[in-house]
């Protein structure tokens, strides 16, 4: 464990109880990791207090905590590598996306996945580091491992709902149409997601998309999109 991660576990455990399970959450979570019984409003205020007493971290540095939180033993620790991701400076995101490969191998379920795969780190990172970004998402969408091809899809929600750069919505549509066939709700709500988060910057893309596909798209996706479209809301 390295010993950054030793702090910010030691603060997790200061404000929380011993780590649980339950079958109700394993089952919503989409994993049987256990978890600290803290909240995530507390989460967010030990990772900014803890950011902001290391902004002299280096990018390397702060990669190395972050791997060694993904590969914690409970959840907590997996969704606090996404919240410090949040906390953290541009300078500190500046290291190689890569190692989302190895990440998402220590990820289960859509909860841990779109912490770490959603939020400003993407916002930055993916559109200024494009090439390294739309080599590995695509590579994503055509893994083995579902936590990866939600994660093609995932990565790209925060960014589209902020940028109307062509790529991320040319992008996005190849990996809804790679994977619209699949059943499983880690996918079906990733493609839902992602479709709707391109409604402001690339609305008429989206619709054209929607009418050209309808009977393929799983239908929870043509409706919650639709619904969209039609009303603004989510």
Request: aromatic share 6%; hydrophobic share 40%; net charge positive.
């Amino acid at each position: 464990m390295n010993k950054l991660h030793k702090e910010i576990l030691e603060l997790i455990i200061q404000n929380s109880g011993m780590p649980t399970q339950h079958i109700f959450l394993d089952s919503y979570l989409g994993n049987d990791h256990p978890r600290y019984p803290i909240n995530a409003p507390t989460l967010r205020l030990i990772a900014k207090e803890w950011m902001k007493d290391h902004r002299e971290l280096s990018a390397s540095d702060f990669e190395k905590l972050l791997t060694s939180l993904i590969k914690g033993e409970s959840s907590t620790e997996k969704v606090m590598a996404g919240i410090l991701l949040d906390a953290s400076t541009k300078p500190q995101r500046k290291f190689n996306p890569a190692v989302f490969d190895v990440w998402l191998d220590y990820l289960v379920g859509w909860a841990e996945v779109d912490s770490v795969c959603t939020g400003q780190y993407t916002i930055t990172e993916i559109p200024e580091q494009w090439k390294a970004w739309e080599k590995l998402l695509t590579k994503f969408s055509k893994s083995k491992n579902i936590q990866k091809r939600r994660a093609s899809i995932v990565l790209l929600c925060s960014p589209l709902s902020r940028h109307s750069d062509p790529r991320l919505a040319a992008l996005a549509l190849s990996h809804v149409d790679r994977l619209k066939h699949e059943k499983e709700i880690l996918i079906t709500k990733a493609i839902s997601w992602v479709l709707r988060s391109m409604i402001r910057h690339h609305r008429k893309s989206v619709a054209a998309y929607l009418k050209e596909n309808k009977d393929g798209l799983p239908k929870i996706a043509v409706r919650e999109t639709m619904r969209k479209l039609d009303t603004g809301r989510k």
